[in-house]
């Protein structure tokens, strides 16, 4: 009879042991994001949203429980062993409580937890959170002497990887994980990363007349541009086409460039974009004048340049297209325009060209950056890997306009530069 009743505990024990095993995977497995949502679904809902709250607790009570059953089981086998088999008990109990307890203890509940992950984890959350209420008094003791963690429970880093897998899985399209990248970047990215810097931007001068200041405005195409006072260096404000329009239309001959320019809004280069555009929107204004270290005027930072880090380029009417500022002019040769992005020629031609995007963006600063010093008309930069010689063709003072791109071992089609 009391082989018998060992044998019925034994197998109590072995569920126990197959309920903290399947416990502990479905538990610690289980995203807080997951239970968040199940906490709002009834009370097992809300009591494993307490228990992933202190995982610290539940894992000791897991622990706890698990040792208890396999070590009662163990010693329940081997005095069972021993009264049928005598002399040999031992070592049959030891086989056949070890084969049980990987199989029906460890094994088949853990595979079945992580396959059932979130219905596991619903079933044991309450018998874990009243066990845990038992050791309370142990908990009490050990939160007084265990060190405090701070530290984030979900890392970017994490984030990153689960974004990854769920694009492998197909849970998430190329362009979502694009859109969630630059948001992770975004509050990382600075100012003077997506400034139009200085030699690019179209500047006018506050002494010009409304004539001279519509001209400027149809050559360059842009609705806004800063004004500067003596000097490029030295801005004061920015004029607004419309606001300039208004007064010229209305044959305003008392209007002036500096009686129509907005106050204007400077920054430095390390100001992180989304701490700026929050700023932008407070202060209803579209561009902002970046500052270098020395208060000197180091680019312009636009309302769309920022949305543009979250969803890629935006074109409007004046925007060029860069790929038809790629012109092919012979077997291997390509006249560039200078404001054509390093990322696109290497994208189009299959090629590596240096980028840098903390320094540069454009074919031009590449050559600015290869050189170190102001190029000269027809000055040639040849770059090591793919045989790519870049000759300075057109220049305006000290800014680059078209470069010249000659491949040693041309192999391309021209619709390919057409993107047809």
């Not at 700023?279 to 500052?291: G, K, N, T």
């Not at 320094?359 to 027809?378: A, C, D, K, M, W």
Request: include cysteine; charge should be negative.
């Amino acid at each position: 009879m009391v082989v018998y009743t060992n044998i019925i505990i034994f197998l109590i024990l072995l569920i126990c042991s197959a309920f903290f095993s399947a416990s502990e995977v479905a538990l610690v497995g289980i995203s807080r994001a997951k239970v968040h949502t199940l906490s709002e679904t009834g009370s097992r809902g809300r009591r494993l949203d307490k228990l992933k709250n202190n995982p610290d607790h539940f894992l000791i009570t897991i622990l706890i429980g698990n040792n208890i059953a396999n070590v009662g089981a163990a010693s329940l086998a081997t005095a069972v062993a021993l009264e049928l088999f005598q002399n040999n008990g031992v070592a049959i109990a030891t086989g056949v409580v070890t084969l049980l307890l990987l199989i029906f203890g460890e094994i088949g509940p853990k595979t079945y937890a992580n396959r059932q992950m979130e219905r596991v984890a619903l079933f044991v959350a309450t018998p874990i959170y009243f066990l845990t209420m038992l050791l309370s008094p142990l908990f009490y003791v050990y939160d007084r002497f265990r060190k405090k963690d701070h530290s984030p429970s979900v890392t970017e880093e994490e984030i990153r990887e689960w974004i990854d897998v769920g694009e492998m899985e197909g849970a998430i399209e190329e362009e979502e994980k694009e859109m969630i990248y630059s948001v992770l970047k975004f509050n990382d990215t600075t100012a003077k990363e997506i400034m139009t810097p200085r030699p690019d931007v179209a500047v006018v001068e506050d002494t010009v007349t409304l004539e001279e200041a519509v001209s400027h405005f149809r050559e360059t195409g842009f609705s806004r541009v800063p004004v500067y006072h003596d000097k490029t260096d030295n801005i004061v404000g920015t004029l607004n086409f419309k606001d300039l329009f208004n007064a010229y239309s209305t044959d305003n001959r008392k209007a002036s460039v500096k009686s129509l320019m907005l106050d204007v809004y400077c920054v430095p280069e390390s100001k992180k974009i989304d701490v700026l555009l929050r700023e932008l929107q407070v202060r209803r204004v579209h561009m902002a004048i970046v500052l270098d270290e020395f208060g000197g005027f180091s680019g312009v930072v636009t309302f769309e340049d920022i949305l543009e880090e979250l969803v890629g380029d935006i074109m409007d009417e004046s925007d060029g297209d860069e790929v038809s500022d790629i012109i092919p002019i012979g077997d291997g040769l390509y006249m560039i325009d200078a404001q054509v992005r390093v990322a696109l020629l290497n994208e189009r031609f299959d090629i590596s060209l240096p980028e840098d995007p903390g320094n540069y963006e454009t074919i031009g600063g590449l050559v600015f950056s290869q050189l170190g010093h102001i190029p000269r008309l027809g000055e040639s930069i040849p770059l090591p890997g793919d045989h790519i010689t870049l000759v300075v063709t057109k220049m305006r003072g000290r800014q680059i306009l078209k470069v010249k791109m000659i491949l040693a071992a041309p192999e391309y089609d021209d619709q390919d530069i057409s993107g047809e």
